[in-house]
């Protein structure tokens, strides 16, 4: 029995046209999500017939498979809610929008918008390779930061939580944007849906405290 499913995407494929082609969405979700979901799986199934046979020679292999797909299956399932339409979406976090607890925190962790805009926007376009740029919530010090992920993990902090993730992989933008990561980089600011963005930092901030005992 399958452990993960792809879950359903929030809108259809055209919704966040013209930032991102219907063409793309439709491929990177029902082809290369799927993938991920179908790798997790499978590998769940070989790591149950090796204990079956107590056969370890294949386990590094099969955890490093499994870190891979199920980080990708993740980050993909955040991703798809993380953004809108470009009506809706786009722009800076603000407390009028319901979100200024967010847009507090952006600001204390980075100094302002602009910088923080910046930071992320730079660590999406300048992943060595297939990779992601992500603002996360790191529950040591209550802050948010961001981190590059290498393929799909990697580099990050054991305990930090992704609120907002950019997909910096070919198959994100290349159909479109061709060779420039940079260019769908700066575009993809412009369906952030800050209201999902929002509503994970406060779901982070909530479970911080389980990371490491009470001193």
């Known amino acids: 029995m399958s452990v993960y499913t792809l879950p359903e995407l929030p809108y259809d494929y055209a919704a966040l046209a013209p930032v991102i082609s219907p063409e793309i969405i439709e491929l990177h979700h029902d082809k290369h999500h799927a993938a991920y979901v179908k790798g997790a799986n499978d590998t769940l199934e070989q790591l149950a017939e090796a204990r079956e046979r107590d056969a370890w020679g294949s386990v590094n292999g099969l955890e490093k498979n499994l870190a891979f797909h199920l980080s990708g299956h993740i980050l993909h399932s955040i991703y798809w809610q993380n953004m809108t339409g470009p009506m809706d979406g786009g722009g800076e976090p603000l407390e009028q929008d319901g979100v200024g607890e967010l847009a507090d ?96 930092h406060t779901a982070a901030k909530s479970r911080a405290d389980v990371l490491l005992p009470a001193p």
């Open 105 to 200: 925190a952006i600001k204390e962790s980075f100094g302002s918008f602009a910088a923080f805009k910046a930071q992320l926007t730079k660590a999406s376009a300048t992943t060595q390779g297939s990779g992601w740029g992500v603002l996360a919530y790191e529950p040591l010090s209550g802050r948010l930061i961001v981190e590059q992920v290498y393929d799909h993990q990697g580099n990050v902090g054991q305990g930090s939580t992704p609120v907002l993730v950019f997909d910096a992989w070919e198959h994100a933008f290349y159909l479109q944007y061709k060779n420039q990561k940079v260019d769908f980089i700066e575009a993809m600011w412009q369906v952030v849906n800050w209201q999902d963005v929002a509503r994970r």
